[in-house]
């Protein structure tokens, strides 16, 4: 399997904050990269795809980046609905691995 | 508007099995592969089972395999988890979620997801 490592595991910030949170994969996955978002008592919420990509409606403060073995996830800058655990996922095999997730805290 | 209903969890003991079912609108169940994902108590997630589009394929992680199946029921527009001999370490809040995927195709990651639904297996 393939082993997903996420760092911080956890992160203080204030709003306003520009944070980073890397996410490094045991083998090159290529850009098959997912970012989830996830608030207490929920479930987890797509931020990204393949890497990069936005999905639907997601606010334009989060972006993603890398490919192969390093990625991070960015909030260019940190508002109050953001403070949550994110979990990097990859999907490159048939059976998917997450990140042990990273809580954004203030 | 798409809708991921769980149900089916509660308090088991030890070896008995349970059978999760997740009721799904707003979209045509047998064009999707579907999941299910877990997460244990104050943990992170854990990728439990896939089934494709049309039941072609199974995928199962192997910390359970051997112990489930998952299923689907286009006409109900319901999918289901089979989960045998259950173990304390099976405890978790199961999630059915919905692959981005066009039929055919699996992409193994999640757009939509349910509310979640919990197991607790305890004596």
């Known amino acids: 399997d393939i082993q997903m490592t996420q760092s911080p595991s956890t992160l203080s910030a204030s709003v306003g904050d520009r944070v980073t949170i890397t996410c490094r994969s045991s083998?090159?996955?290529?850009?098959?990269l997912a970012w989830y978002q996830q608030k207490p008592g929920k479930a987890p919420k797509v931020l990204i795809s393949?890497?990069?990509i936005l999905e639907t409606g997601v606010a334009s403060r989060f972006s993603g980046s890398g490919s192969g073995t390093e990625f991070t996830l960015t909030i260019s800058s940190l508002q109050p609905d953001d403070f949550a655990t994110y979990y990097c996922?990859?999907?490159?095999?048939?059976?998917?691995?997450f990140g042990q997730g990273t809580k954004v805290e203030t | 508007q798409v809708h991921l209903v769980e149900s089916g969890g509660g308090v088991v003991q030890p070896g008995r099995s349970l059978r999760l079912s997740c009721a799904i609108s707003?979209?045509?169940?047998?064009?999707?592969?579907m999941h299910w994902v877990r997460q244990a108590p104050g943990k992170g997630l854990e990728w439990v089972a896939t089934?494709?589009?049309?039941?072609?394929?199974?995928n199962y992680a192997d910390s359970m395999k051997g112990r489930l199946t998952i299923s689907r029921d286009n006409s109900k527009n319901t999918l289901y988890l089979q989960m045998n001999s259950l173990r304390a370490e099976d405890t978790a809040v199961y999630f059915c979620?919905?692959?981005?995927?066009?039929?055919?195709?699996?992409?193994?990651?999640?757009?939509?997801w349910g509310q979640g639904t919990p197991v607790t297996v305890s004596s």
């Open positions: 979620a919905r692959d981005p995927g066009i039929p055919g195709t699996i992409m193994y990651y999640f757009e939509y």
């Open positions: 707003g979209f045509t169940l047998r064009s999707y592969a």
């Open positions: 089934i494709s589009h049309d039941n072609s394929i199974e």
């Open positions: 083998q090159s996955i290529n850009s098959w």
């Open positions: 393949k890497a990069s």
């Open positions: 996922q990859e999907y490159k095999s048939n059976s998917p691995t």
